[in-house]
């Protein structure tokens, strides 16, 4: 299996390069990356705890999915790829905002990463990957920002970073 890469970035998103992915996340070097919010017709966002031997963030709960696009895919149709690979369906999806963040991780990793944030919509039951998700659920937007302010220590660090910018620009209210 062929080492994955990743799209390496400057600050306005213009590709500067390819990296392998453990390599740049080693290195903390900015790279392009995506994140998935996915919400039922009530509103109710879909997230997924990551699967406890994913290679950094194992058991934490995150988003429907994320990833890097590789080499020759637009951020889109990455998006697509990985809603069949992590949660074994695919939808429609639009993107609704974007960020620069840098977090140091376990396993000695960073990620440094331009992240794309879509938005979806999809009411059924997700296929799941074990190799990638443990578990799932939907849940409200309140109930979701509540649980993140008690136990942050939860979710990973790019969701965190990314549900305080949807909910400050009351993004999701524009569905």
Not at 11 to 22: S, Y
Not at 36 to 57: C, P, T, W
Request: charged share 30%; hydrophobic share 35%.
């Amino acid at each position: 299996m062929p080492l994955e890469e990743v799209i390496l970035v400057n600050t306005k998103d213009e590709e500067v390069g390819t990296m392998e992915k453990m390599l740049a996340h080693e290195k903390a070097l900015l790279h392009r990356a995506f994140s998935v919010f996915i919400f039922n017709h009530k509103g109710e966002m879909l997230i997924h705890q990551r699967a406890e031997d994913k290679y950094h963030s194992g058991g934490l709960w995150t988003n429907a999915c994320c990833s890097h696009p590789r080499k020759g895919e637009t951020t889109e149709e990455a998006t697509h790829r990985r809603l069949m690979e992590e949660m074994g369906f695919d939808c429609p999806v639009s993107e609704r905002f974007s960020f620069i963040y840098k977090a140091e991780l376990d396993h000695g990793l960073t990620e440094y990463e331009y992240d794309h944030v879509f938005f979806g919509s999809f009411d059924g039951k997700p296929r799941i990957n074990p190799d990638e998700v443990s578990d799932w659920k939907y849940i409200s937007i309140a109930t979701l920002t509540e649980s993140m302010k008690q136990h942050p220590e939860h979710y990973t660090e790019w969701f965190k970073i990314a549900m305080e910018k949807m909910n400050a620009n009351n993004i999701a209210l524009k569905l």
